[in-house]
């Protein structure tokens, strides 16, 4: 894999981003690059926000009204990526991550922080390079399993479920 640029923005002020985090989120995107063999300088830009303004961006742009983890707004499509002028680095697309709902999740989970913004992160690297899970089947079963395979080589092997008990 090429060079990566990761812009990470904190925009909110709800939860104080724990020192660390901005690194593994860095380590997620080259980790997904490097699983899927990418072989162009990229860019990708991340956002942390809290629940009501993701739940804002949700309904501005795909109409739910509700907050949620993260979105993926992929600017690529069918592998083929605009380009930066400047650097010539493919911009794969924005991830806008909801670090308060990231907190609530880890609490529910009983797993880390870092645990819960390393796999969100990483599911939203997959949906920025065209990996789908919205209508099941294959393609979901496909994408968990490279989710997994990262988030073991980064040092957060499944430990347990995903599923509320």
Known sequence: ME?????????????????????????CCHAVLEMERFPFCAEVDISLV??????????EHRKIDASTDVLSFPLGENGQYDTNPATG?????????????AMEQAKNFGHPLQREVGY???????HLLGYDHVNGGIEAVRMREKEERVMSQIGF?????????
């Open 3 to 27: 060079k990566l640029k990761v812009v990470i923005e904190n925009k909110q002020k709800t939860v104080k981003v724990p020192t660390g985090l901005r690194l593994l989120m860095r380590r």
């Open 50 to 59: 809290d629940n009501e303004q993701i739940r804002t961006i949700n309904r």
């Open 89 to 101: 680095a493919k911009m794969l697309g924005d991830i806008v991550l909801s670090i308060e709902q």
């Open 120 to 126: 969100l992160t990483v599911h939203s690297m997959l």
């Open 157 to 165: 092997p499944r430990g347990g479920s995903y599923v509320l008990g």
